[in-house]
């Protein structure tokens, strides 16, 4: 590895049993500040387990996780996302009783504090209506401010849980599968927002569609049956005899 | 609701409350003044649904306990005001006081704090295990009530209240505590209205929509949670001891589970979080708990699958009837 | 207390044990397969006794009452599930919990319209009355030997039936995984009617055999319920094992809990408290029970 400084997030032999199964396999990464990092690998290669250990809804059984330099490998979820781990889900996790606004807000909240005050309307609250307003308006859902989330279409949910997992101001965001379920234009303007996204914040990516994995990723890492096999930039993932052979399958990938 | 377009949720709001404002008056007028401490009790419920309302309504958390926490309210003004009026010495040192200042903020404290500590063990629980849990804690006070002997057990205990409330309201005019009753009332949805739009009532509601979008945010969500489960405990406590000044009796029935239940029926029949719809369920439920009996003495019957129906085809409540569809969850305005 | 004291408590413990683990046995799996709250399983327990009552009645023989009790409560468990209950299953455990107990209010008062107010005594049945010295010194009433018997069976039944058929592998599988057994392409609707059927079934034995021993009342179902739900939740939502070894406790520590309190010269009332006590205890160590169905 050609980078001197110390990974944004360092994780170091991580291991997660399931009973017989081995769900993660002495896993090492290094997410650097800035990057976008992709893990690809087949069905059941244990994406989704290595995530919810990032973000802490799992606990692994052996390995370490350091996030800016402190081993988080034992915080809970809220801990790791005080500390700027932010994150979106595969089957979307928003509030859907309030509006698209609300929903923002009270992930600005999160990280404005503040959360005994019980007494001023928080709906009238500039400190957290504004910067919610410019973070839907980033991620292109200004015009639905007002809309129940219950009511926005699927790729404008998923959008919005983007934009919710943004106004914690996160140093890192894992995005599991951000893609998924959304039709042809509905991911392409999730394209559009993540390569926006690129270069502004440091991001973990799960992704079935190579097409945008490949032109987005600054690096990858293949993951095959809980290990990682190979991580590179995409040319050389691409290029890789393992991942051809595990993975891509032997020709076109 | 800015200047004088008023919608709908205001109108009734202050129909409602201009409509219970003026019951005694009516009450007087036609002779029915015998009626008003019966008026009184509504109200007192209304201030117990609507604190369960905070937690249910509001936390999704779906406690059947929440009669345990308006019990001990109650308990605690009767065994003060009996102590004073036996002049037996509480624990063998404090005198017992009829003093509602001293009284009625020692149910709020300690029905709280009580809450606190059930909430504690509770909230680590989720789904069914909750919803036993906070019943078989109430089932543990229940308990805890009946074997003080000293205090009546079983039987409960009759006790002799303030005559003065705070040197200005005399108990034994039912029109004056009647409105010192209604004016607790007021204060208390006021004071719950800005609650559940403040940042802890967002953070409360975030809870109930997705506990686990919470955590992901980085809200520590238990101590919320724990912080409104105490809070409602004690509002519960105050209804308590408004309970006990209004009977001059009271017995370990007031916090049988089914109360718990009953408590729960009329917030979901007035329509929960909306904190105004638990006025009109309470309303709605002493009412019908009242003038059912005069049809059929077998009128549970007739309540029960009332119940199962209100459930399958009216769950907004009735004043969720009132708002336009957008509005189904509380705490919007 | 006497040894000889304690013996008898230890086999009364057993007998309300056994009891409460027909109870939770239904109800468990009514929670954790349907992941439904159902208040109204104490109602099934009295309706249960009743019908005991009155066939004992009619037929004059408790032995052919039994099973007919049986069969009627097993009816009127699936028409309610039918009616009532099924729309349940999606709504979310606020409206579970509202219904049901609309449905405890509904059959307290359409027992009292039928049977009438007054309480029924139910006679131990001639073939099992009277007592045998099971311990040198301390007689002990056959029929509440039949009862702890015919609960161990019953208990062993289950445990055939869930260990050892396709019947009680799906039960197993919707316990701890309900989506798993609609993909395994099984009539959801016709397991759920079964396992409901079942429950109010073996609520109904426990109630008829209780009649003899205490008294066929309404709202007899109310305080068993709850001491039910207690079980269920220190055994672990969806778990028959569980259950058993729950039951077991509770029904000792309640037993020994009226017993110990009174000879230290505390209120008995204290008595009613020790299985919440323990309750809390259990759950502020495992929070889904000791023995979690569900992963």
């Given at each position: 590895m050609a980078a001197a400084t110390?990974?944004?997030?360092?994780?170091?032999?991580?291991?997660?049993?399931?009973?017989?199964?081995?769900?993660?396999?002495?896993?090492?990464?290094?997410?650097?500040?800035?990057?976008?990092?992709?893990?690809?690998?087949?069905?059941?290669?244990?994406?989704?387990?290595?995530?919810?250990?990032?973000?802490?809804?799992?606990?692994?059984?052996?390995?370490?996780?350091?996030?800016?330099?402190?081993?988080?490998?034992?915080?809970?979820?809220?801990?790791?996302?005080?500390?700027?781990?932010?994150?979106?889900?595969?089957?979307?996790?928003?509030?859907?009783?309030?509006?698209?606004?609300?929903?923002?807000?009270?992930?600005?909240?999160?990280?404005?504090?503040?959360?005994?005050?019980a007494w001023a309307p928080a709906r009238a609250d500039e400190n957290l209506r504004k910067p919610a307003a410019a973070i839907l308006e980033r991620v292109g859902l200004g015009a639905r401010a007002d809309v129940r989330a219950v009511n926005?279409?699927?790729?404008?949910?998923?959008?919005?849980?983007?934009?919710?997992?943004?106004?914690?101001?996160?140093?890192?965001?894992?995005?599991?599968?951000?893609?998924?379920?959304?039709?042809?234009?509905?991911?392409?303007?999730?394209?559009?927002?993540?390569?926006?996204?690129?270069?502004?914040?440091?991001?973990?990516?799960?992704?079935?569609?190579?097409d945008v994995v490949f032109a987005l990723a600054d690096r990858i890492s293949v993951l095959v049956y809980g290990r990682v096999i190979a991580t590179g930039k995409p040319d050389e993932i691409r290029a890789n005899v393992d991942v051809r052979a595990a993975y891509l399958g032997d020709g076109d990938a | 609701m800015t200047g004088l377009k008023l919608d709908r949720r205001t109108w009734f709001v202050i129909v409602l409350l201009a409509a219970l404002a003026l019951l005694p008056l009516v009450a007087i007028a036609t002779d029915n003044d015998y009626q008003i401490a019966q008026f009184r009790r509504i109200l007192i419920f209304a201030i117990a649904a609507v604190s369960l309302d905070l937690i249910l309504g509001y936390g999704g958390m779906v406690s059947l306990g929440h009669a345990a926490f308006f019990g001990v309210g109650a308990y605690i003004v009767a065994i003060l005001n009996w102590h004073a009026a036996r002049e037996v010495p509480l624990f063998g040192m404090m005198l017992g006081t009829h003093n509602v200042l001293v009284t009625w903020t020692a149910a709020v404290v300690l029905s709280g704090a009580l809450a606190g500590l059930i909430g504690l063990v509770s909230l680590r629980t989720t789904g069914i295990y909750f919803i036993m849990i906070t019943l078989a804690f109430a089932q543990m006070v229940y308990f805890f009530f009946v074997s003080l002997r000293a205090y009546g057990g079983d039987d409960g205990l009759r006790f002799p209240g303030d005559t003065v409330i705070l040197g200005l309201i005399d108990t034994e005019n039912d029109v004056a505590f009647y409105y010192l009753v209604f004016g607790i009332l007021c204060a208390v949805l006021y004071a719950t209205r800005r609650l559940v739009n403040s940042r802890f009532g967002m953070v409360v509601q975030g809870c109930r929509e997705n506990e686990r979008r919470m955590k992901a945010l980085g809200f520590a969500t238990f101590r919320y949670k724990l912080a409104c489960f105490a809070l409602a405990g004690a509002l519960a406590g105050l209804a308590g001891a408004l309970f006990a000044a209004n009977e001059s009796y009271i017995s370990p029935s007031i916090m049988h589970w089914t109360r718990s239940g009953d408590l729960i029926v009329m917030v979901v029949l007035g329509g929960m979080g909306t904190l105004i719809g638990p006025v009109v369920g309470a309303l709605a439920f002493l009412f019908l708990e009242k003038t059912l009996p005069d049809y059929t003495e077998h009128w549970m019957v007739v309540f029960g699958p009332i119940l199962l129906l209100l459930v399958l085809f009216a769950r907004r409540g009735i004043f969720g009837w009132f708002l336009p569809k957008e509005d189904r969850h509380g705490g919007s305005h | 207390?006497?040894?000889?004291?304690?013996?008898?408590?230890?086999?009364?413990?057993?007998?309300?044990?056994?009891?409460?683990?027909?109870?939770?046995?239904?109800?468990?799996?009514?929670?954790?397969?349907?992941?439904?709250?159902?208040?109204?399983?104490?109602?099934?327990?009295?309706?249960?006794?009743?019908?005991?009552?009155?066939?004992?009645?009619?037929?004059?023989?408790?032995?052919?009452?039994?099973?007919?009790?049986?069969?009627?409560?097993?009816?009127?468990?699936?028409?309610?599930?039918?009616?009532?209950?099924?729309?349940?299953?999606?709504?979310?455990?606020?409206?579970?919990?509202?219904?049901?107990?609309?449905?405890?209010?509904?059959?307290?008062?359409?027992?009292?319209?039928?049977?009438?107010?007054?309480?029924?005594?139910?006679?131990?049945?001639?073939?099992?009355?009277?007592?045998?010295?099971?311990?040198?010194?301390?007689?002990?009433?056959?029929?509440?030997?039949?009862?702890?018997?015919?609960?161990?069976?019953?208990?062993?039944?289950?445990?055939?039936?869930?260990?050892?058929?396709?019947?009680?592998?799906?039960?197993?599988?919707?316990?701890?995984?309900?989506?798993?057994?609609?993909?395994?392409?099984?009539?959801?609707?016709?397991?759920?009617?079964?396992?409901?059927?079942?429950?109010?079934?073996?609520?109904?034995?426990?109630?008829?055999?209780?009649?003899?021993?205490?008294?066929?009342?309404?709202?007899?179902?109310?305080?068993?319920?709850?001491?039910?739900?207690?079980?269920?939740?220190?055994?672990?939502?969806?778990?028959?094992?569980?259950?058993?070894?729950?039951?077991?406790?509770?029904?000792l520590v309640d037993t020994f809990g009226r017993i110990v309190p009174a000879q230290l010269g505390l209120p008995t009332a204290i008595a009613e408290m020790a299985i919440y006590i323990l309750m809390a205890f259990v759950l502020f160590f495992k929070p889904t029970g000791l023995f979690a169905a569900r992963a």
């Open positions: 110390e990974s944004l997030l360092a994780v170091d032999g991580l291991v997660k049993r399931f009973g017989g199964l081995l769900a993660t396999d002495n896993v090492s990464l290094g997410i650097r500040e800035g990057e976008i990092h992709a893990i690809i690998g087949p069905n059941g290669a244990g994406k989704t387990t290595l995530i919810a250990q990032l973000a802490g809804e799992i606990l692994p059984n052996a390995g370490t996780i350091r996030f800016a330099g402190t081993d988080v490998t034992g915080l809970t979820v809220d801990a790791r996302a005080r500390l700027g781990i932010a994150r979106s889900y595969q089957i979307t996790q928003i509030f859907k009783g309030f509006t698209a606004l609300d929903n923002v807000a009270m992930a600005v909240q999160a990280q404005d504090g503040h959360n005994f005050r926005l279409a699927h790729g404008e949910q998923r959008q919005l849980e983007i934009a919710m997992a943004l106004a914690t101001r996160p140093r890192l965001l894992l995005l599991d599968e951000p893609m998924a379920g959304m039709g042809k234009d509905e991911s392409e303007r999730m394209t559009a927002l993540l390569a926006k996204l690129k270069g502004e914040e440091t991001i973990l990516l799960i992704e079935h569609d190579m | - | 207390m006497s040894l000889l004291l304690f013996l008898e408590q230890t086999l009364n413990g057993l007998q309300l044990g056994v009891t409460l683990f027909l109870m939770a046995a239904g109800l468990t799996l009514v929670f954790g397969i349907m992941n439904m709250v159902n208040l109204a399983h104490g109602s099934l327990y009295m309706v249960g006794a009743f019908f005991a009552a009155s066939f004992t009645q009619w037929t004059g023989s408790f032995f052919l009452a039994l099973p007919l009790a049986i069969l009627a409560t097993f009816v009127v468990g699936v028409l309610v599930e039918a009616i009532a209950l099924r729309t349940l299953y999606a709504r979310d455990h606020l409206d579970q919990v509202l219904a049901t107990f609309g449905l405890i209010l509904f059959f307290n008062e359409l027992t009292k319209i039928i049977w009438g107010p007054i309480s029924i005594f139910m006679d131990v049945p001639p073939l099992l009355s009277g007592r045998v010295e099971l311990i040198a010194g301390a007689p002990y009433p056959i029929y509440r030997l039949a009862v702890l018997a015919v609960g161990l069976a019953v208990a062993l039944g289950l445990w055939w039936l869930i260990a050892r058929t396709r019947l009680g592998m799906l039960i197993r599988a919707g316990a701890s995984n309900r989506e798993m057994v609609g993909a395994l392409g099984v009539d959801i609707s016709r397991l759920y009617m079964l396992v409901f059927g079942l429950g109010a079934a073996l609520a109904a034995l426990a109630g008829a055999m209780a009649g003899p021993i205490y008294v066929v009342e309404v709202g007899m179902g109310d305080a068993m319920l709850i001491k039910t739900f207690v079980v269920i939740v220190i055994g672990g939502i969806g778990s028959i094992r569980g259950a058993f070894v729950a039951a077991v406790i509770v029904g």
